[in-house]
Nanobody
Framework: VQLQAFGGGLVQAGGSLRLSCEPT????????MGWYRQAPGKQRELVAS???????NYGDSVKGRFTISRDIRQTTVYLQMNSLRPEDTAVYYC?????????WGQGTLVTVSS
């Protein structure tokens, strides 16, 4: 499973960005889709995920600011990021879990300037 992620970039604090991610080909049996991030010198952490049944999960630091969603075909996952803070600066990785295996996108850099 190969994943394409789009939407990273540079934004000022308080601004918004929208990330999107989709597999390069249609796949079935997806258990969850989501986003993780890794800042320099830190471990990769969950940002948000959505299961095949629509259950949402958010990291504590983004609750109320970020929203995960997917298209009706459940092939593309989006991350709307509002009220961005400098501490949100990281490489954001798309994640798909299928048959209990994690697949990762190439990462997209989000930089929030103060």
């Amino acid at each position: 499973v190969q994943l394409q992620a789009f939407g990273g970039g540079l934004v000022q604090a308080g601004g918004s960005l929208r990330l999107s991610c989709e597999p390069t080909r249609r796949i079935g049996g997806v258990q969850s889709m989501g986003w993780y991030r890794q800042a320099p010198g830190k471990q990769r952490e969950l940002v948000a995920s959505i299961t095949g049944g629509g259950i949402l999960n958010y990291g504590d630091s983004v609750k109320g600011r970020f929203t995960i969603s997917r298209d009706i075909r459940q092939t593309t996952v989006y991350l709307q990021m509002n009220s961005l803070r400098p501490e949100d600066t990281a490489v954001y990785y798309c994640n798909v879990v299928r048959a209990h295996i994690n697949y990762w996108g190439q990462g997209t850099l989000v930089t929030v300037s103060s």
